[in-house]
């Protein structure tokens, strides 16, 4: 069975899809309010189908994000790298936690992330960052019970077009 057909091509669209929504020019009062697309999907992933990504995979894209938004190389990747290894470490609990429960744990790990990236950009000596800096992982809390279900969705349908 080729990749695409066995449920690779959602995964690797949807990942391409937040890539892409990462790039999306935003006016400047907005750009702090911009969410973690690529952890956002990323963790949707690693919570439904933890077969398909693992932390080489969430290095992999966290290396192109890197890249295609010209951050510390290695930023990215070992911020997904962090993030993938704390949602397989409690996958077993939080895929069973209803979607209300799951978006807070996500701003939990949301908040993790932001630590990690402000850790990155002192240790650069960029200097402590601003209180919006810490705006993104309340608008990712609020997106994740929607891009939960919009992506179940999609999933569960190519699922029973396959079968």
């Not at 690529?38 to 963790?43: A, C, H, N």
């Not at 295609?68 to 949602?87: D, K, N, P, S, Y």
């Not at 069973?96 to 990236?117: C, E, G, K, T, Y």
């Amino acid at each position: 069975m080729s990749r695409l057909r066995d449920g690779y091509g959602l995964l690797l669209l949807s990942l391409f899809a937040a890539l892409l929504l990462g790039l999306l020019p935003l006016p400047g009062w907005a750009a702090p309010l911009r969410p973690f697309w690529v952890g956002l999907v990323l963790g949707y992933w690693a919570l439904e189908a933890p077969q398909r990504v693992g932390l080489g995979y969430a290095f992999a894209i966290g290396v192109l994000a890197d890249l295609m938004f010209g951050t510390v190389f290695g930023e990215h990747a070992l911020r997904l790298t962090i993030l993938l290894f704390l949602l397989l470490r409690f996958r077993a609990r939080l895929r069973f936690f209803p979607l209300s429960q799951q978006a807070l744990a996500m701003f939990a790990l949301l908040i993790n992330d932001r630590i990690v990236a402000a850790a990155v950009r002192l240790f650069i000596g960029e200097g402590p960052p601003p209180i919006e800096f810490w705006l993104s992982p309340l608008v990712g809390t609020l997106l994740w019970p929607w891009l939960f279900l919009l992506l179940d969705d999609l999933r569960l349908r190519q699922r029973s077009r396959e079968g």
